[in-house]
């Protein structure tokens, strides 16, 4: 009863009814500003311009690996080895680095490998036909312990100056790294709305089948979103990699958890062609400051997966209420259970 | 249609698992008989009840996440009936599939009811199930002390050969293949799996059938919890890590079709095989255990791609490029089988660059002794983690170690922290007969039964690092006792407080057996000597660098009046130190436990104040040293020194070999120690 109740108050709610298109991203944003209140009565400490700087700092990496998984989750498919690719990348830019490679060649060679080992995945699921869970738990598995198998664990040491912060400096750094964030955002984003390669990917994602008789090469599409996926999964690692001296070969681990929760907190359909960058930027900023700001409402850090879990679920069972209501008229069920 | 093509996926699978069985029978020692046979299967009875609970969920095109990490809360709330609530055992028992089911439930309410994808449902239940359970036992409970009878469901034997859990395995095994190929519920999932709408139109009630398969996946988890508890000696709230991927690996493999309509429960054990066959087979050839994770992706995807049934999209099959698909199909079939036939040389040439080198060694090490009857001794030396920086460290010495005694090392271990791992490894060297072993003991009642079996059988068991129990090996290799370091530790970040001031705790993982012992020795000290300071939290890195920093970052923010961080897993010193550093605070001190090279910049940079440990190095050095003389019988029971190569001698106190005291590094002699 009390599920029906609250259903039909948030379905009659305004903002939901009035912004249809983006209700997800409403709802989403609201649960943000809720947890902001509470934040702001009971430790406004959180809200410190250097706190927040950290935290948006922290999550970057998982924004831009999130940006390319949404792409990837829009075709309907999804990629869970982002954390093994991040290893390799950020192993990788720390070698070309030690061996004394200018900054360009290193962001280049990490950008080369990222793009490979998504063109690999995107090979596989697009021409092979392989189910993309397959391709990416094997590829997530293989590259883990293939990783483990050369380094043995040990960490890339002895880094040049250059290497951290680019060489530039602690104070300019951030916004260079938040410039890249916003104009990978930005820029896929405005794809996805405005142009044909955009449509081609929603296309594709709701209905494949349609897409192929509309004259879309739909295994193209597929092919480049895994590609891109591994580009911005290089970035990421580059991005991450930077705000360090030393690069452990076990960072990543559990990565692409938190990047296909936070594409899926954002309201992307997993079944394919239902999604936007907005969501994932809000979803990622909600799953980022949920951590911290449990630590500082002062939660005890063994209950903190727990309540994780719990906000997640709650993110998500609001997102199935006000949806339920149109799924329920839209012919009983078409997509209903399904991966 | 469906079943004619699963018989090709398993035919292809069978061949897959014929060919792991040659090669291993020819490069792996003592791999084909009887008594590995059923190794192998005792091993895999948790996995398999996970697996057969996945195949008809997939089946369905559906998925769950969650049943690893519900297994960890069915066993952690065993554990607490057991011994908080003094239940009895079949209560306890009842307690922990009902735990499992009410997590089932919860699943399917949510998927059925309100239709909420189930990837998304159990990656929010996965994070939730394991919370929880860390949450009841504050991550470091472990129960353990189970009775005898109890642990004999999972570490005893029928007729001497069978393992006891194998016949719940077989049980399960038959009712999931009743259930699924036998019944109107089974052809109600897969009608499910190949439509929904159609399903639901064919009159099928749709949500309750999809609602038992995800009720029967907690019930097994419960079940698999029972076992794993049997099995290990103890139920924390790690169990069952991982067991999700490797489960869906299985059932995959077995040639279910993840977007549903396909699969049946003989593939799923074919698949189960499978992977175990190749754990097992590496292990028995001595090749490191990271290739099997790298052989299971290839094969994985191999299987997939060489099955005709699987590469179809869903919906494509009445359209005419079905015959240009097939055609493409056959160019990639001989691609991919390339592709396998090249992992399988790869395997051999693998073989044979590790014999070469056992073979080269000797001569490297100059000094080599011929063994006696020409066989040189094999000695098993296993990490507690693979690929942490602290192990990597200790194998260097062992190796150095091994390189002048003239003896075969093993080193292996999980690649993560991994209790079960770790006896799996164990038998794979009972059966492999090797000459020593010694063990940094993850999990001290669960290894210990197969220690003593490994003593039973005549090898010399050595525990290094961390202990096992006493009568369960013939000596310890003692680095430092967890008093010893937790003394150290709060001694010396007394003298940088001035003994006044709050400090805060980085720790590694919350559930880590050894931190939590360094932390049970610090607080009675901090109470007892130290009244003016106060240890304000203690926040988990879960030995991610990245992690230490970000929650050291928050540490600054929440309690800016914090003088001290103390790291106390080798990755988080660093993690910590560069958050320290970058916020500029030159009045927060850093200290820790951890590695000097990975901390020597923030040492001299005047970031981290001391660095405390013993050398690692001359541990690894040191235990293969006692595990060599232990086997060939100059280490006897009743020894008081030991004549340890370049390390001189060493004192034996008892069944103790102690390395000396813990090292305090900083700026005048971190430079001097080089891992």
Known sequence: LLWRWSAVALRRWPPCTSLSPYRVETALGLVILALAAVLAVAAPRFFEPANLADLVLANLPVLIAAVGATLVILTGEIDISVGSTFAVCSVVAGTLATIGAPVPAVALGTLAVGAAIGTVNGLLVAWLHIPSIVVTLAAMVALRDGLRWITEGAWVQNLPASFQWFGLTQQLYPTIAVGIAVLISALTAWTMRSTRAGRVVFATGSNAEAARLAAIDTAAVRLSVFALAGVFTAIAAIVNAVRFTQVPPNTGLGFEMKVIAAVVVGGAAITGGRGSIAGTVLGTALLGMSGPALTFLGASAYWERALQGGIILAAVAIQAITRTERAVRRAAGTSGVAI | ?675
């Open chain 2, 1 to 675: 249609m469906s079943t004619a093509r699963s018989r090709n996926s398993e035919a292809v699978l069978a061949a897959v698992l014929g060919v792991e069985i040659v090669v291993f029978s020819m490069v792996g020692e003592q791999f084909a008989t009887i008594g590995n046979f059923f190794e192998i299967s005792r091993l895999t009875v948790e996995l398999g009840l996970l697996s057969l609970a996945l195949t008809p969920i997939i089946v369905m095109g559906g998925i769950d996440l969650s049943v690893g990490s519900l297994m960890g809360l069915s066993a952690v709330m065993f554990g607490t009936a057991l011994q908080d609530w003094r239940v009895s055992l079949p209560a306890a028992v009842a307690v922990a599939v009902s735990v499992g089911m009410t997590g089932g439930a919860l699943n399917a309410a949510v998927i059925a009811r309100f239709r909420v994808p189930p990837l998304i449902v159990t990656l929010g239940t996965m994070a939730l199930f394991r919370g929880v359970a860390e949450g009841i036992t504050e991550g470091a409970r472990n129960f353990s002390g189970f009775p005898a009878s109890f642990l004999a469901i999972g570490q005893g034997y029928f007729g001497g050969v069978v393992p006891a859990q194998l016949p719940i395995l077989v049980v399960a095994a038959v009712a999931y293949a009743l259930l699924l190929h036998r019944s109107v519920i089974g052809r109600a999932w897969y009608a499910i799996g190949l439509g929904e709408a159609g399903a639901r139109y064919a009159g099928l009630p749709v949500a309750r059938r999809v609602a038992l398969a995800y009720l029967l996946a907690g019930a097994a988890a419960g079940l698999a919890a029972i076992i794993y508890a049997a099995h290990l000696g103890q139920a924390r709230s790690d169990a069952g890590t991982g067991y999700e991927l490797a489960a869906i690996t299985a059932v995959v493999l077995g040639g279910a079709s993840v977007t549903g309509g396909r699969g049946t429960i003989g593939g799923t054990m074919l698949g189960l095989a499978v992977v175990s066959v190749l754990t097992n087979g590496l292990q028995l050839a001595a090749l490191p255990s990271e290739l099997a994770g790298v052989l299971t992706g290839v094969v994985l995807v191999a299987a997939i791609a060489l099955d005709p049934g699987t590469r179809r999209g869903r919906g494509r099959a009445a359209t005419p490029e079905l015959l240009e698909g097939e055609t493409l199909v056959r160019n990639s079939q001989v691609a991919i089988l390339c592709a396998a036939i090249l992992a399988g040389a790869f395997l051999v040439a693998g073989t044979n660059v590790w014999m070469v080198r056992s073979l080269v060694s000797p001569a490297a090490g100059g000094s080599a002794q011929p063994a006696s009857a020409g066989r040189r001794p094999v000695i098993a030396v296993m990490p507690k983690a693979k690929g942490d920086p602290y192990f990597v460290s200790c194998r260097l010495g062992a190796e150095e170690a091994a390189r002048e005694l003239g003896v075969d090392l093993i080193w292996d271990g999980p690649t993560g922290l991994d209790a079960a791992r770790q006896n799996e490894l164990v038998e794979s060297w009972i059966t492999r007969q090797v000459d020593a072993i010694a063990v940094s003991v993850e999990n001290r009642a669960g290894i210990s039964t197969v220690l003593r079996k490994a003593r039973e059988r005549g090898i010399k068991v050595l525990s290094w690092d961390a202990d096992a129990e006493p009568d369960a090996r013939d000596f310890f290799v003692n680095q430092a006792t967890p008093e010893g370091i937790g003394r150290a530790l709060i001694d010396e970040a007394a003298k940088l407080m001035n003994a006044e001031g709050d400090f805060a705790v980085v720790t590694g993982a919350l559930s880590a057996a050894n931190q939590n012992a360094w932390i049970a020795a610090i607080k009675p000290r901090l109470a007892a000597n130290y009244p003016k300071m106060r240890l304000v939290t203690i926040r988990p890195s879960d030995d991610d660098r990245d992690k230490a920093f970000s929650e050291t970052q928050t540490i600054l923010r929440v309690h800016p009046g914090v003088k001290l961080v103390m790291a106390i897993s080798a990755p988080a010193v660093p993690g910590a130190a560069e958050a320290v550093r970058q916020a500029g605070r030159r009045d927060v001190n850093v200290m820790g436990l951890s590695l000097p090279n990975m901390n020597k910049t923030y040492v001299h940079g005047g970031v981290v104040q001391k660095v405390i440990l013993w050398n690692t190095t001359n541990l690894g050095y040191l235990t293969v040293l006692a595990a060599a003389k232990a086997a060939d019988g100059t280490l006897a029971p009743g020894a008081t020194s030991l004549a340890a190569g370049r390390l001189g001698a060493i004192t034996v106190r008892g069944q103790e070999i102690v390395l000396g005291e813990p090292l305090v590094m900083d700026k005048g002699n971190i430079d001097q120690f080089d891992f």
